[in-house]
């Protein structure tokens, strides 16, 4: 494994030395951009798709960006297919720079139900909220918990500002259908004094294979100190499940500050050029503060 520091947060990453710059914030710097046009090479992607605006325009289909047309030739694909129901085409993400991975709010949701029928026959409950205490919890906090409406009108359930904040900052940032951010599916288990306790995520982005965390750097002033105690226990523990996991990507987002968030995804949309489909070629990696 192969890990750099950002920014005071651990960058772990499954990937070959050489494709490391140590102490920076580049990633793949021997990684050169060919045209599909003309096979010139690039430092970068943005410098490829200026050419390729400049040289090959009459090349480009109307309607489509450079980013498309060179994913379309590098892949040889002409559309996107959606991972659930295996019929529909979906549409183009300029900035993943591929195609979403759901057609829509029917197969995003039935996928969810498909992790949540898994669930059950592992855990013998569907959620957490199945658990009278913890629906006794989110009944006493009703009034921080709503759902956030995406401009393609799809409704992401939110508990409390900072998970509000981070939706409304990806919608605004990114400009992302609704249908690619999920309440994160999986789940992962952990034990603490002795009992063994599930832990689900927040959110999961299935473009990007990327598990998200939201916290409030628990410096609630309410917050009595032992139970502040027992969380930070808690939350080293699920720090530790998520370092030894490899099969997603996972970032935890203390205090609504976004900058690492922006440089993974862009990290991992470069890392991922040679996956059209996204089969978790880019994975385990982690970014903890």
Known sequence: ???????????????????????????????????????????????????????????????????QYA???????????????????????????????????????AYVVEAKRRMIQKYGKAHLLDDPKFQQKMQDGRSIAGQYKFADETLVPYLGSYEYDFLNYINNTYNWNGTEVLRAPMTFEYVYEGRTHVYMPDYFLPNFNLIVEIKDGGSNPNMHHKIQEVDKVKEALKDNVMRSQTKYNYIKIVNKEYQTFDFLIKAITDMAWDDPDFKGKVNGIIMIP
Not at 39 to 65: F, L, Q, V
Not at 94 to 99: D, I, V
């Open 71 to 109: 994913f379309n030739i590098r892949n040889n694909k002409t559309f996107g297919l959606c991972v659930q129901c295996r019929t529909n085409h979906t549409p183009w993400n300029e900035a993943a720079e591929r195609y979403d991975r759901f057609c829509g709010p029917q197969c995003r949701n």
């Open 1 to 67: 494994m192969s890990i750099i520091t950002y920014e005071g947060v651990d960058f772990n990453l499954n990937l070959p030395e050489n494709t490391l710059q140590t102490e920076s914030t580049k990633i793949n710097v021997d990684r050169v951009w060919k045209c599909p046009c003309c096979k010139h090479p690039y430092r970068t992607k943005n410098a490829m798709y200026d050419h390729m605006y400049k040289d090959h325009s009459d090349e480009i289909p109307d309607g489509m960006s450079a980013a």
